[in-house]
């Protein structure tokens, strides 16, 4: 089932002269099954929407629905859906506190009553969902890297068997080859069990090569909701509010500008590779019928 929010507005230090709108009128559907990149600048407010999705946080005005449901009735279950919805901070080894892995990942799906066998089974099937090789299993989590740790961190929340995945800022600090490797992992684990996932990133590349849909918020509100080609057609609009089209966007839009015929819409490398490679291609024959 969907998340419906439904004018949702938050308002820190609500009648104090320090009152700050974070959220005005937030109206969304987060479907099943979609892999959705959330953006804006510092302050836009991303973050504070994502702790509304699962309750940490309460609106100050409108309604969340989950499963049809609104969480902020009185009788609504929110352990359950913590356990539906899972939320990875923007420093997941913030989450990290057992002495091994295998028992940090363990701790969730132990707070839902299960067996020890159940229990156990779901933190393995975790583990190997993120990629982690058994090695590392009953290794102190402080111990790992910094990529290893986000990893953990995921997987104690993937034990809990989530549909919903929100990752804020998953790849902060990380290398390249890190945030790769880790966006590469979710992107794997969404196709082959289908969970939803809600990326909040601050890099438009990564958000062009993985996401169905981008969400942009400025001051509070959605600015643009749609397809990342749609979304980042409107780069000087982003520019504006602090932010910007994928890179290899602008080097395509300086090779149509130089008389190159290539499109100036391309959003991820992949995509510029295939246009370079068609427009030699293309040229190559044209000179050979000459």
């Known amino acids: 089932m969907p998340i419906i929010l439904d004018k949702v507005s938050h308002i820190y230090g609500e009648d104090t002269t320090m009152a700050v709108k974070a959220l005005d009128k937030i109206s969304l559907v987060i479907p099943d099954g979609q892999f959705i990149g959330l953006i804006g600048h510092t302050g836009s407010g991303k973050s504070t929407l994502v702790q509304h999705l699962n309750g940490l946080m309460r609106p100050t005005s409108g309604n969340i629905y989950f499963n049809g449901q609104d969480i902020d009735e009185s009788d609504f279950d929110k352990k359950m859906l ?3 919805i899972g939320l990875v901070f923007q420093y997941p080894e913030h989450q990290l506190f057992e002495t091994d892995v295998f028992s940090d990942v363990c701790f969730g799906p132990k707070n839902l009553g299960l067996s020890k066998k159940e229990i156990e089974l779901r933190a393995y099937e975790a583990l190997k969902l993120v990629g982690l090789e058994d090695e590392y299993f ?3 989590p402080f111990d790992l890297s910094g ?3 986000r990893r ?3 997987a104690g929340v993937l ?5 919903v995945l929100i990752l804020d800022e998953p790849t902060a600090g990380l290398d390249p080859k890190g945030r790769d490797e ?3 992992q979710i ?5 082959e069990t289908g969970i939803t996932v809600l990326l909040v990133s601050h890099s438009m590349d990564d958000v062009a090569k993985y996401v169905d849909r981008i969400i942009v918020m400025n001051r509070g509100s959605i600015l643009y909701d749609d397809i990342p080609k749609e979304v980042f057609k409107h780069y000087q609009e982003l520019e504006a509010i602090g932010l910007a089209a994928p890179q290899v966007t602008y080097i395509m839009k300086e090779l149509r500008d130089h008389g190159y015929d290539v ?9 510029a590779k295939r246009a370079i490679k068609n427009y030699f291609t293309k040229l190559a024959a044209m000179q050979r019928e000459r």
């Open 138 to 140: 009953y290794q102190s």
């Open 152 to 154: 953990v961190a995921i």
């Open 147 to 149: 990529g290893q740790k």
């Open 187 to 191: 992107l794997k684990l969404k196709v």
């Open 159 to 163: 034990a809990m068997k989530p549909d």
């Open 82 to 84: 913590r356990s539906k």
């Open 182 to 184: 880790i966006l590469d």
């Open 263 to 271: 499109s100036d819409e391309i959003t991820t490398i992949e995509e």
